[in-house]
């Protein structure tokens, strides 16, 4: 018998009927920002580097003198190679993004008992598809079919008339369609559902699916009579229905947990209660979400928990904000909500006040997924908000470690290498580019961190790099960002010689100089990594100079940075006394000389580079006018710097020598130099007329200005980076017979003695070099007295000493420098004092 249906109500709850109604109804609820391109459009908004300067130590030459059966030299001081600078700075990128709005929804309350969650799991299922809610939380909204799924929403009557119309109104004489009247008047209700591609949706009702296996059944027994579908096997049949009959059972499980745990939940947060209590229903939804296998795209009921989650998203609190990001990307949204909520991670992460709520969430975790797993080309513009908030925790040392030990290098070099397959003529070449801006930005400060520092020496990362730098090479802001990964990484030695091993390293730099001269931020910062390849090994300084124009390149970057700096002196002086504040030192174009002359320093210690830049007249020429111009009390490092150089440079005794040509006009600013106050900038100075004072000119120069005083007097220092070569040039000054007498009038006799008394076998060169000196200047001794004066017998007595080889090379503890000493007192010191003892002895008794 034929029992009549159950009437089915409409309720008078207001909703949308069509797509188009959802979209519009979702752009007037949510406030969003345009697409725009983010952190590069200007030049306020892409400048992610700060420049504070690095300071570049000094070189310091040792000094190395020939011995003669008649008398002692002092030949040079020997270039010795620059200590690396230290690291430069960065700043804190604060990057405003606008925030984004949510929509409103209708959520349906709990059952009244658990009678009517049986009937509602067993006879109804929801009213909406599943979906990815590809049309909200974003002001460009994506129509409905393009990137998410679409949801049909039709009438009541509509959907019985298409069963009806389906089944051969079979349904209505089953009673499948059961009217579901909840405390809030949310509908609930079977309905028709097509699969139409989509992998979450549902093939059949029960109903439906045991009408076409008893209309096919009775098909088959009506004799003569053939079936419409292709016949199939009863086993076939069989398992088709226990699979579907499963998949059913798992869909009634979950719709009798949403309605327990889950539902009630989003009633809690509809109301809208203190963020704290709001903070606390996102953890248990978190929690419910997770426990009942619903996160990623499995639950059915997508759409309106996320409805539900962006409702909130307006409320200004950022520890709720945090929680709602994390399960919004825990349910694997995409298109314009993975856009959407990379914005919100962004907003939370730029401020560093939520360091501890971040660090305390699992929030990283999702970000990294969204890196490691989303489209490149697809979604790159909420990859690069993703990258940005990544970029900010980085700045935290707990997340820093913890991005580090999950993997954080490896995969953003892997993300690297796929930006750079992106070739330039590809479309997505150009925004890709403000991927790779956050992307570097993250490394370089991931470089700061040990163990992230081991990994990036151990792995493809310079290559990577310097294929991005190339292909960018046109985009000042983005090899800005690649070059300081490579100057933070250049003061490790294992990352310099990887480094140095890139064959087209020297090239690129010099062709990136050219290219940008007039860019400080990246041209220091190159210049900073050639000064640290050329201070390690021959081979890299041999490897710079081979390459074409390279010697150029930097007199070029040489003098366009010193006229910049004598411009913006000249200009500073002219507004002097008319409220200008002071100028600072050193200046960015002074910056960039102090590094830029440490290269040359460096490049100069290699023999055959170093005698071709003495005889190279721009290169020592623009040294010269940087002690002319520039007073010790302006900018000390640039001065001392020069100095250093030109010290380098006079110890190659080469033809055609600037140097040499040069020589009195450099001993004047020399001359400058030596009534400083500061030791360091008098200590250059001197090594310098070390070196000069091999030639009779500067001899005669020394003292007819009486600088060999001044020399005398500094042996009173007790400092051997002091004493050393102001001995050196005594000992060049004893060289003339006419100059001697000088030692004796002045004291120099008697400090000797005591510096030889001082040092002795603590540094048998300083030794060695005093007893040349006094050997020189003994040369034409007829009395020991007449010649050493009071200082006779103490001299003799302590040559006595220094000699006795058992006693004085036991002060050394350390087995190596052990061995180094007693070889050099051997061959150094003991052939010279043994003469010198000599002769004293030989005279002493007259």
């Not at 504070?52 to 030949?75: E, G």
């Not at 940008?516 to 210049?527: E, N």
């Not at 460096?602 to 520039?630: F, M, R, W």
């Amino acid at each position: 018998n034929r029992k009549k249906t159950e009437p089915f109500y409409r309720l008078s709850v207001a909703k949308p009927t069509t797509s188009s109604d959802i979209v519009n109804e979702a752009r007037g609820a949510l406030r969003t920002v345009r697409t725009q391109r983010p952190f590069t459009p200007a030049d306020e908004q892409r400048k992610l580097f700060g420049s504070r300067s690095s300071r570049c130590p000094q070189n310091r030459p040792a000094s190395v003198f020939s011995l003669d059966a008649s008398s002692f030299d002092l030949a040079e001081s020997r270039p010795l190679s620059g200590v690396r600078l230290s690291p430069l700075a960065n700043k804190r990128v604060l990057i405003t993004s606008e925030k984004d709005e949510d929509s409103s929804v209708f959520l349906p309350k709990p059952p009244a008992d658990a009678a009517e969650v049986r009937k509602v799991s067993s006879a109804g299922k929801d009213l909406f598809r599943p979906t990815s809610l590809g049309d909200l939380f974003s002001a460009q909204a994506v129509p409905l079919g393009q990137n998410e799924e679409k949801v049909d929403f039709e009438e009541p009557t509509m959907m019985m008339n298409n069963l009806d119309r389906s089944n051969n109104n079979c349904l209505a004489e089953q009673k499948l369609c059961t009217s579901f009247h909840d405390e809030s008047g949310q509908l609930i209700c079977n309905e028709h559902i097509t699969r139409s591609g989509s992998e979450d949706s549902i093939e059949g009702t029960p109903g439906k699916f045991s009408l076409q296996l008893r209309g096919e059944s009775n098909q088959m027994k009506e004799p003569g009579k053939k079936s419409s579908q292709p016949r199939s096997s009863g086993w076939k049949r069989r398992v088709t229905g226990l699979k579907d009959e499963r998949r059913i059972n798992q869909w009634e499980e979950e719709d009798f947990f949403w309605h327990i745990k889950i539902l009630p939940i989003l009633h809690e947060l509809e109301k809208k209660d203190n963020i704290e209590n709001l903070c606390l229903a996102c953890t248990k939804l978190y929690q419910a979400l997770n426990e009942g296998n619903m996160l990623g795209k499995r639950c059915k009921r997508r759409r309106v928990l996320l409805k539900t989650l962006y409702k909130l998203v307006d409320i200004d609190s950022d520890p709720l904000s945090l929680k709602l990001a994390k399960i919004i990307l825990a349910m694997k949204v995409d298109g314009r909500n993975l856009l959407s909520v990379c914005k919100l991670a962004f907003k939370i992460c730029r401020n560093k006040e939520n360091d501890f709520i971040v660090q305390n969430d699992t929030l990283l975790d999702y970000l990294l997924e969204v890196l490691r797993n989303e489209d490149l080309q697809k979604n790159s513009e909420a990859l690069v908000y993703c990258m940005g908030a990544i970029k900010f925790m980085s700045g935290n040392a707990v997340l820093l470690n913890e991005m580090v030990n999950k993997g954080a290098v490896e995969m953003l070099l892997q993300l690297m290498k796929q930006i750079n397959n992106i070739k330039e003529h590809d479309t997505y070449f150009s925004n890709l580019g403000h991927l790779l801006v956050q992307l570097t930005a993250t490394l370089r400060t991931l470089a700061d961190f040990p163990l992230a520092r081991r990994r990036l020496s151990c792995s493809a990362a310079v290559s990577e790099l310097f294929v991005a730098l190339e292909q960018r090479s046109s985009d000042e802001d983005m090899c800005t960002c690649i070059v300081r990964i490579l100057s933070k990484l250049s003061s490790y030695n294992d990352f310099c010689a990887a480094l140095a091993d890139c064959s087209r390293c020297y090239f690129l730099f010099l062709a990136l100089l050219n290219k940008h001269q007039k860019q400080q931020g990246l041209v220091i910062r190159i210049i900073f990594i050639l000064g640290n390849l050329t201070a390690k090994n021959d081979q890299s300084r041999e490897q710079f100079f081979k390459e074409k124009e390279s010697i150029n390149t930097l007199t070029s970057l040489f003098q366009t940075y010193y006229e910049l700096d004598l411009n913006a002196q000249t200009w500073y002086h002219g507004r002097k006394g008319k409220g200008t504040k002071h100028l600072k030192h050193p200046s960015e174009e002074e910056d960039v000389l102090i590094k830029l002359i440490r290269v040359l320093a460096n490049l100069s210690i290699h023999p055959s580079i170093g005698a071709a830049l003495a005889a190279a007249h721009p290169v020592v020429g623009l040294l010269v006018t940087v002690l002319e111009y520039k007073s010790v009390d302006d900018c000390e490092e640039l001065v001392i710097n020069a100095a250093t150089t030109i010290n380098n440079l006079s110890y190659y005794q080469v033809k055609n020598s600037a140097v040499q040509d040069k020589k009195l006009h450099i001993a004047e600013m020399l001359l400058k130099l030596l009534m400083s106050d500061n030791m360091d900038v008098v200590v250059e100075a001197v090594r310098v007329f070390g070196n000069l004072s091999q030639h009779h000119e500067i001899r005669d120069f020394i003292m007819q200005k009486k600088i060999y005083k001044f020399m005398i007097a500094l042996l009173d220092s007790k400092n051997r980076d002091v004493c050393f070569p102001a001995c050196g040039v005594l000992l060049n000054l004893t060289v003339d017979k006419n100059k001697r007498a000088f030692l004796l009038e002045e004291g120099g006799i008697g400090k000797l003695v005591d510096c030889l008394q001082d040092f002795g076998p603590a540094d048998w060169q300083l030794s060695c070099l005093i007893c040349k000196t006094l050997w020189n200047y003994s040369e034409d001794i007829t009395s020991a007295a007449s010649c050493f004066g009071g200082d006779t017998d103490t001299l003799l007595v302590l040559l006595t000493s220094l000699l006795d080889e058992e006693v004085e090379l036991e002060c050394s503890l350390d087995r190596a420098i052990k061995d180094c000493q007693k070889l050099y007192w051997e061959r150094e010191f003991k052939p010279v004092a043994k003469k010198l003892l000599d002769r004293i002895q030989s005279h002493h008794s007259s």
